[in-house]
């Protein structure tokens, strides 16, 4: 078992399906998927799923209902015009700056038109994010704004859109908070 993240399904993904129109089929994507709740759920709705993460269950390599591939995001090759859906939640903040924006601009070009992307990630209010500047290293925090004001210059629609400062509580850390920009955003052209 590679971490304990990616067992419970993103709220995102239910308030989707809750409160959108959306048709469930079609490819998706779940990029950092962990132990795969999100891309279980996505292929119980009706997608065909490929989940993707540097680390994986091992159980994952012939799962039937999801294809797990074990690989960085940064060497993930992205079909242009292919997925009906995609979803990154909190993995973001492990890439570079740059990476981060590359694969952004990767997950725009992915998408078919008509296609929603479901993103979450580390904003500066979070409590790891002054450390991480000091290191110079680890981490890429949005600004507040920030990801939203992307999605708008790419032309998305944005369905669904929120920063908020929640508590969590997990190994190695304990208990601590994290500044989390939650976005919905459709590729309408
Ligand atoms: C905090 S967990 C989030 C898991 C799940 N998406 C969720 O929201 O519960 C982050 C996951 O991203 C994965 N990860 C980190 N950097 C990655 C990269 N460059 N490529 C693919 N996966 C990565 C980690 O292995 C981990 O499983």
Redesign the pocket.
């Known amino acids: 078992m ?2 304990e ?2 067992k ?1 399904v ?1 709220y995102l993904l239910q308030q989707l399906y809750d409160t959108q129109d959306i048709t469930c089929d079609g490819d998706a994507l779940d ?4 132990n795969g709740a ?1 891309s279980i759920w996505l292929a119980e709705k009706g997608f065909n799923v490929v989940g ?4 994986l269950p091992a159980e994952f390599a012939d799962h039937n209902d999801v294809k797990f591939l074990t ?4 060497d993930f090759n992205f079909q242009p015009d292919f997925y009906s859906l995609i979803i990154a ?3 973001l903040q ?2 570079i700056r740059s990476e981060k924006y590359k694969i952004l601009a990767s997950i725009e070009k992915s998408l078919k038109v008509g296609g929603i992307f479901i993103c ?1 990630s580390f904003t500066v209010e979070d409590e790891s994010y002054k450390e991480s500047v000091k290191r110079d290293s680890y981490g890429s925090y949005f600004e507040l704004g920030e990801l939203e004001a992307w999605a708008i210059k790419c032309g998305f629609e944005v369905i669904f859109s929120n920063e908020k400062v929640v508590k969590d509580n997990h190994a190695p850390m304990g208990e601590h908070s994290h500044g989390i920009v939650s976005l919905i955003i459709k590729k309408n052209s």
């Open positions: 590679g971490n993240f990616g419970k993103n990029i950092g998927c962990a999100n993707i993460d540097k680390i690989t960085s995001v940064t939640a909190n993995i492990f890439l979450e």
